[in-house]
């Protein structure tokens, strides 16, 4: 286990099992879980570090998805069942019996997936642009195209032509937004893009999203040309204990938004 610091977060590589991971904390007030965060596709954790430096009585821990960022490619490819089972190891291993969960876009899959199947480890759950898998109110077809390969990761000309219309809100408008986020884009391989696309390949949460029991907050941007907002509505109406909060943002108002993001969901998780 190796360890480093990148302005007030720990960044350190832990083996669970045969997985090496590079996982980043931040360090909170204790009394409460830590709140622990799958992030979107293609995503290493410096993508979110400006909600992660926004979050004040919260502690933290991201990971980044084998074959993104600083964690090496599994040797075979997973399911969100086995990315939940690898968390929930990784969460006992650093000696936290219960967290909160959040997952943003392609990560609240996973957050979903962790808060039914390690449902004693989840204590409240956040979800922001996402929606129930497969089964969706789908984006335009034009920008989802556009996220079916990484190009935006390794091209960042390609990024800051795209950015606007496969994420809406500020990123309309803000070309230094957007060159900002392209810098902090690193480690993505085709393989683990590859592997990001084919875990949630058929994969819905319709089914059993009614025996979910945490406290959920569904956070959804207003324009959002990814995930439409809509996808929010239908996660709160059939998960028991939901209820909806809308960003007046696009589809990365975590990240453009960070301090009204972070206090929105403190102030869930500290009810």
């Given at each position: ?200 390949t058929g994969w819905t949460s319709l089914p059993w999203l009614w025996s979910l029991r945490q406290p959920t907050l569904v956070l959804m941007g207003r324009d959002d ?47």
């Amino acid at each position: 286990m190796s360890e480093q610091t990148d302005e007030g977060i720990d960044v350190r590589t832990v083996k669970v099992g045969s997985q090496s991971l590079q996982v980043a904390t931040t360090h909170g007030p204790n009394g409460r879980p830590p709140l622990l965060l799958f992030n979107g596709i293609g995503a290493n954790w410096q993508l979110a570090k400006p909600f992660l430096q926004a979050l004040t009585s919260t502690t933290a821990i991201i990971f980044d998805v084998p074959g993104i960022g600083g964690s090496p490619p599994p040797p075979l490819p997973y399911r969100p069942s086995t990315l939940a089972r690898l968390a929930a190891n990784l969460v006992a291993q650093l000696g936290h019996p219960q967290v909160d969960v959040a997952g943003v876009s392609w990560g609240g899959g996973i957050a979903q997936q962790f808060a039914h199947q390690h449902g004693d480890v989840c204590r409240k759950l956040v979800l922001a642009a996402t929606s129930p898998g497969a089964i969706m109110v789908p984006g335009k077809l034009s920008v989802l195209l556009k996220l079916a390969t990484p190009r935006r990761y390794f091209d960042r000309h390609y990024m800051r032509s795209i950015a606007p219309e496969i994420y809406g809100g500020a990123f309309r408008h803000d070309p230094d937004l957007v060159a900002t986020h392209a810098r902090a884009m690193s480690g993505v391989t085709s393989r683990g893009y590859l592997l990001q696309l084919l875990a949630m390949t058929g994969w819905t949460s319709l089914p059993w999203l009614w025996s979910l029991r945490q406290p959920t907050l569904v956070l959804m941007g207003r324009d959002d040309p990814l995930v439409p907002e809509l996808n929010g509505r239908i996660l709160v109406g059939l998960i028991p204990n939901a209820r909806l909060q809308i960003v007046d943002d696009g589809h990365m108002f975590m990240v453009t938004r960070p301090i009204e993001t972070a206090r929105l969901i403190e102030s869930f998780l500290s009810e």
